[in-house]
């Protein structure tokens, strides 16, 4: 189903799925530039506001597939407009929030729902409504606002939490909301015809918990450990033990078991004849499902640089949030020009050429960003690697969402984008354990190789100053240093300052290198993406249910 108007009208539906994508990724980023103010206006730690973000990942992780499916069997537009009515309410009750618990209900649970309901729908609602040439230039601007959106969240957040409130971050989602609602009355509904308006609450239970506990392992890696326990889980004041295995493991094995019995059910739901969460058919399409592969292992290769550049910019170049942000423009800038210039290069060049060149220039943005970290360098010597980086993020988001989509029916439009999203956010997820375990432990690493081979300290010092600054490596990852306590002289606090700042810019450096391996992965399985310049003729009558 597609739209005939011509002119603005004919772009409204881009515009509105558009903000609506931008208020989703400003959400998270916002949340992270604002975490020292929110800590101070709630009394709290940083622990606990950690577990905001992490619900919220959660939710996502657990219920995209359900949201884009509930948009097939009873419309992806009123979905999508329950979903933004469901998200300005979530972010109601975060601004008056006084305490986490009430921050987890409403930016986790509430908001996490009212996303998983949106984000489906505005891939979906793109693929629906336009066709050919003007679906090229729909997702190529859609797939730049993505990151985009997640390069100006440290400016606005930053902006807003220093003249205002951090707490206006979340209430101007409440009038972007309204302004989506408004925006749906011009876009034509669609849905999944071939289906009965029943949904599969077993398959939404199954894949909801199999995704919560994969991801939530994940996730908490970096704290207990990803394979041998640096301390117990405790679930409230139960203590759960699994002897010397980190719990890590233990619940990604439990989540992929879930999944897989997600899997056998589907199977013999489908049979009886009733509608699946997930038709299995949907794997059968091989452009669907290597380019939602492609997706998930460039999103696990480019987590690293949404927190690891940053990391370095405010503990080693001592930026705040909204100048950290700044310095990123360069890979903003970019981004919205290479998005819908890959439109018109499609002309010439097949999709799949245009994804691989992307990667190409993301690699070698990752290569120029790497050799331009170093202590007391200006800000402004990464730009070239920012913009080759966003080069590429333009050029092959844009194209790998229109390539993975368009090689699906329009009845399955919402169910596919689901799948793509959860896959993304997967590969997102895993990523940032990943990586960020490997930024803290290099820095713990290189912080002792560094006291230990200093020659300003003495060898009684060592030890002590030694065993201080790795149990404080995550203070320096977040830009505090080390506190070496009261009556330190001036000589041994600058050394220590110097020997963070070298560890910090060495493991940027290494979670940059691991990064270009991921990604270079990534270009490994693009060579199985189809060759077709025309991504319509990928669809495929035969994936239908």
Known sequence: MTTQNTGFKKWIPLLVMSLALTIIILDTTILNVTLRTIIGDLHTTI??????????????????????????????????????????????????????????IGEAIIEGIGAALMLPATASLLR?????????????????????????????????????SWRWAFRINIFIAAMLVIGAWFIKESRDTDEKSDLDFMGVLLSASGMFFVVFGAIEASTYGWWKAKEIFTLGSTALSFGSLSMTPVFILLGIIILALFIV????????????????????????????????????????LSFSVPVYFQSVLKLDPVHTGIAMIPMTAVILIAAPLSAWVSKYISPKRIIQIGILFDVLGFIV?????????????????????????????????NLTLSAVSAQQAGEASGVTSTIRTLGQTLGSAILGAILLTTISSNLAAGVNSSNVLSSEMKPAISQAVVQQS?????????????????????????????????????????????????????????????????????AAH
Do not use: C
């Open 47 to 104: 622990q606990k506001i950690q577990w905001v973000i992490t619900a919220y990942s959660l939710m996502l992780a657990a219920f995209t597939i359900t949201g884009g499916r509930l948009g097939d069997l009873f419309g992806r537009k009123k979905m999508f407009a329950y979903g933004a009515v469901i998200f300005a309410v979530g972010s109601f009750i975060t601004s008056i929030s006084h305490t986490v618990g009430t921050m987890i």
């Open 265 to 304: 059910w589907e199977i013999a739901h489908e049979r009886e004849g009733r509608t699946p969460l997930v038709s299995l058919k949907l794997f059968k399409n091989s452009p669907f499902v290597v380019g939602s592969t492609v997706s998930a292992v460039l999103a696990l290769g480019q987590a690293g």
């Open 369 to 401: 960003l790497r050799q331009s970290l170093h202590v007391g360098a200006n800000p402004w010597v990464l730009a070239p690697g920012f913009a080759l980086f966003g080069m590429g993020m333009g050029l092959m988001m844009a194209q790998t969402s």
């Open 474 to 542: 995550s203070n320096i990852e977040f830009g505090s240093g080390a506190n070496l306590g009261a009556g330190t002289p001036q000589n041994v606090t600058n050394e220590i300052i110097s020997i963070s700042h070298e560890a910090t810019v060495k493991a940027n450096k290494a979670v940059l290198t691991y990064g270009i391996v991921f990604i270079l992965f990534a270009l490994l399985i693009s060579v199985k993406l189809p060759k077709e310049k025309n991504v319509e003729t990928l669809e495929q009558p035969a």
């Open 128 to 164: 629906t409504s336009y066709e050919g040439r003007d679906r090229q230039i729909a997702f190529g601007v859609w797939g730049g606002i993505v990151a985009a959106a997640a390069a100006l969240g440290p400016v606005i957040g930053g902006w807003l939490a220093t003249a205002y």
